[in-house]
């Protein structure tokens, strides 16, 4: 009656993406990259060990590990032509004007070639030129955020020692960086390095199946982590704490809004597609945080005022219920907090943390040489109609 069909155009459920990368249990709350405890490599392993294990499939040897990072420590520097670029980079202060700078400066990078087939070592030097230089772009699409001189990657500091050292050192001032600090952001990079076929990851492979460059894929990623439901959630969860502690701290008073289906503020890091337990990654961090801001000696009220939301929500029958807890964007960004790192960047760290996972899945479905992704659909639109002429309308 309604002129409207549904009609099965042969929409099928093509199955999940088939993977090798990383095991998620939502029900149980367990994460391995290619097998390994999330736990127990954030424990003990380094990001970048865990990007060369999620892209090759592997724990490198020390051999393996010392040719891998150093190949990355060759490739930091970025075209010179790109101080031009900044230079004339519209430098409006807006909240997601770091990651967009970030993704414009993306898209200069490209492959020599346009080939489909792509040679194994040009797919090598793209991985590694990617690894080596979106730390760079990240540090300096936040200076140039700042107005402030951009500061050249240092060849003798280790990967996030340098991209701190990018972010925060002035020419006018000797800079050291602080290895509780450097040694927090390696374990945030670690945790965030993939995640299965969520947004973004799925968005690289899409981009990717029609053999776009890696550097088109990722710079896909990217925009996709834009979202606020996405990777956008950790500058939102910031602004939500803040809101409380200017409010007078009524965590009950948010709760309650979030619940409010009238509304559609949500709680911001909390809940989760797969996870209908605790984000194993939640639970680092949170531990983390403790650690971190007592041995730099801080103490942010918002980290108070996080743990009082998590345990009114997980006593609240609404969470419970629809089984939402805390996820890996919860604590996150109270940490980038101890480390001075302003909201601003908050999705710029998770694209920075997230590139290897990127580029392991993009490897993966090219490996697997996968049809270009075409996904159906059931349509419900309208049936067969003749067009009516502008007059009789
Ligand atoms: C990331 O996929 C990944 O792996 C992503 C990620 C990664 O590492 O790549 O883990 C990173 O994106 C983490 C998620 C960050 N986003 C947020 O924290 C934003 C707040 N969270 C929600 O928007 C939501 O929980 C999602 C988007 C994360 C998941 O949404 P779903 O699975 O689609 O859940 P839903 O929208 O179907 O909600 C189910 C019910 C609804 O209520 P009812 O309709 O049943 O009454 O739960 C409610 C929702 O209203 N709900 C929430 C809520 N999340 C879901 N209510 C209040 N606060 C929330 N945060």
Known sequence: ETGYITLDTGYKNTGSTKSAITFLDGENGILRYRGYPIEQLAEQSTFLEVAYLLIYDKLPTQKELDQFISKITQHTLIHEDMMKFYEGYPSKAHPMGVLASMISALSTFYPESHKSELHPDEVELTIIRLLAKVSTIAAWSYKKSKGFPLMYPQNRLSYTENFLHMMFAQPTEEFKVNPVVANALDTLLILHADHEQNCSASTVRMAGSSHASLYAAISAGVCALWGPLHGGANQQVIEMLQRIQAEGGNVEKMVEKAKDKDSDFRLMGFGHRVYKNFDPRARIIKDVCDKVLNELGIDDPLLDIAKSLEEVALNDSYFVERKLYPNVDF??????????????????????????????????????????????????????RDYVPISDR
């Open 331 to 384: 604590y996150s960004g109270i940490l980038y907090r101890a480390m001075n790192i302003p909201t601003e960047m908050f999705t710029v760290m998770f694209a920075l943390g997230r590139l290897p996972g990127w580029i392991a899945q993009w490897k993966e479905m090219r490996d697997n040489k996968e049809p270009i992704s075409r996904p159906r659909q059931i349509y419900v639109g309208a049936n067969e």
